[in-house]
C-alpha cells in the first residue's frame, strides 16, 4: 500500500511540475498525501503491542509460547487491588502432580494482598491420553522439556523446553502491566519443587532473584559421575551423568539463591499413603520419603562445594510439624515460603 501511494504521489507532481498550475489545489494535496504516507509508514514500522489485559484480582490468560505454540499453557494470576502492577514483586508459583494452578493462587492470595505481590501461576496440564500433544508429560513438566525420556537424558533443543517459557512469559507480564521488576522470585511443592531446582540447574541466565523448593520427591543431584546406593550408580534424571554438564555448570548452579524446604513430617514411603511419591531405585537411593530425599540433596551438594572450595549460597529450611501440604509450607510462620521469600 505505502509503494503505491509513494507511486501516485510522483505521477502528480510529475504532471505539475511543468505548468502553472501549481496553485493551493495541488499545495493541498500535496499536504494531505505527505500526512497520508508519514502514518503509513509509522504503522508499518512499529512493532506489534500486547494485546494482553491484566486485571486486578483473580484471572487468567491463554500464553502462547511460539516455539511450543501447539501446547495449551493456561495462567492464573492474583494481583492486589490496592497494590501498584509498576512496583510489586512477581512469583512464579507451580503446582504439584495434581496440575493444579489455581490451588496455588489461593495458596498465595491472602499473602500476597498483605505484602502486596504478583503471583502467577501457570498450569502445565496433564495429557489426557498418551496421543495427547496438547499438554504436558512428567517429562515436559518435572524435567522441564530438556530430555525426550524420562529415564535417560535425550536431549531437547533449548528453545523447546517448557523452562524456556518462563523468560518469555516474564517479559510479556513486564510489557503488559508496565512492571519496573528486573527479576522475578519462584517457588514450587511436590512435583513443582522437582520443576524449580530442574530450572534453577539448566536455566542459569534466567532473570532469578530466590527460588524456593518445597518437598520436592526425587531430585536431580549435581555430580556427573552418578549417585549410588552401593549397589547401582544413577545416571539423570537422579544425577548428572550422562549429560552435557560439567564441573564449572555446577559451580555456577552453588552460586544461585536458591533454599530447600522440608516438611519434616513428610514421610510417605509408599504409593498407598501417597499415590504421587516416586518410589523407583533412583528415588529411594536419595531416601526414604520426601524429608529425607531433601536432607540428602541439600547436604550432598553442599559437601561437594566444600570438598572443592567452591561458593555455596543455598540454604535449608525444614518446616516442623508439616507433611506434603503447599498451603502450610507457604503459610507457616517464619520457616514457611512467604516469610523465606518476602
Not at 511543468?18 to 493541498?28: D, P, V
Not at 535449608?316 to 515460603?337: F, I, K, W
Request: charged share 20%; glycine share 6%; net charge neutral.
Amino acid at each position: 500500500m505505502f509503494y503505491l501511494i509513494f507511486f501516485l504521489y510522483l505521477r502528480a507532481l510529475n504532471q505539475y511540475q511543468n505548468s502553472a498550475m501549481i496553485n493551493s489545489k495541488f499545495i493541498t494535496r500535496f499536504v494531505l498525501l505527505s500526512v497520508y504516507l508519514l502514518i503509513s509508514c509509522s504503522r508499518e514500522d512499529s512493532p506489534p503491542t500486547v494485546t494482553t489485559t491484566f486485571h486486578y484480582g483473580l484471572d487468567s490468560i491463554e500464553f502462547v509460547y511460539e516455539p511450543l505454540n501447539h501446547k495449551e499453557i493456561k495462567v492464573y494470576y492474583y494481583i492486589p487491588e490496592s497494590g501498584s502492577m509498576k512496583n510489586m514483586p512477581i512469583l512464579f508459583a507451580f503446582h504439584g502432580a495434581d496440575r493444579n494452578g489455581i490451588y496455588q493462587i489461593d495458596t498465595w492470595k491472602s499473602i500476597a494482598d498483605e505484602r502486596k505481590i504478583m503471583v502467577f501461576a501457570p498450569q502445565f496440564s496433564q495429557p489426557l491420553s498418551e496421543s495427547d500433544r496438547k499438554r504436558f508429560n512428567s517429562n515436559e513438566y518435572q524435567l522441564g522439556g530438556v530430555t525426550t525420556s524420562g529415564s535417560y537424558y535425550s536431549p531437547v533443543q533449548e528453545d523447546k523446553w517448557t523452562f524456556s517459557v518462563i523468560e518469555e512469559l516474564f517479559d510479556h507480564i513486564k510489557e503488559a502491566t508496565g512492571s519496573s521488576q528486573a527479576t522475578y522470585d519462584m517457588w514450587g511443592h511436590s512435583a513443582g519443587g522437582q520443576w524449580t531446582h530442574r530450572y534453577v540447574l539448566f536455566k542459569p541466565n534466567a532473570r532469578l532473584r530466590m527460588a524456593v523448593v518445597s518437598n520436592s520427591g526425587v531430585f536431580t543431584v549435581p555430580d556427573v559421575l552418578g549417585i549410588s546406593d552401593g549397589s547401582a550408580i544413577y545416571s539423570f534424571p537422579y544425577s548428572l551423568k550422562g549429560t552435557t554438564m560439567i564441573d564449572s555448570d555446577v559451580r555456577r548452579y552453588f552460586t544461585k539463591n536458591m533454599v530447600i524446604h522440608t516438611g519434616m513430617a513428610d514421610l510417605a514411603t509408599t504409593t498407598q499413603q501417597d499415590p504421587y511419591l516416586s518410589v523407583t531405585a533412583g528415588s529411594k537411593a536419595q531416601g526414604a520419603n520426601r524429608n529425607q530425599r531433601s536432607l540428602f540433596f541439600y547436604n550432598y551438594c553442599r559437601q561437594i562445594a566444600e570438598d572443592k572450595g567452591w561458593e555455596f549460597n543455598w540454604s535449608l529450611v525444614e518446616v516442623p510439624n508439616v507433611g506434603h501440604s503447599s498451603r502450610r509450607m507457604v503459610q507457616t510462620y517464619n520457616v514457611g515460603a512467604a516469610d523465606i521469600l518476602y
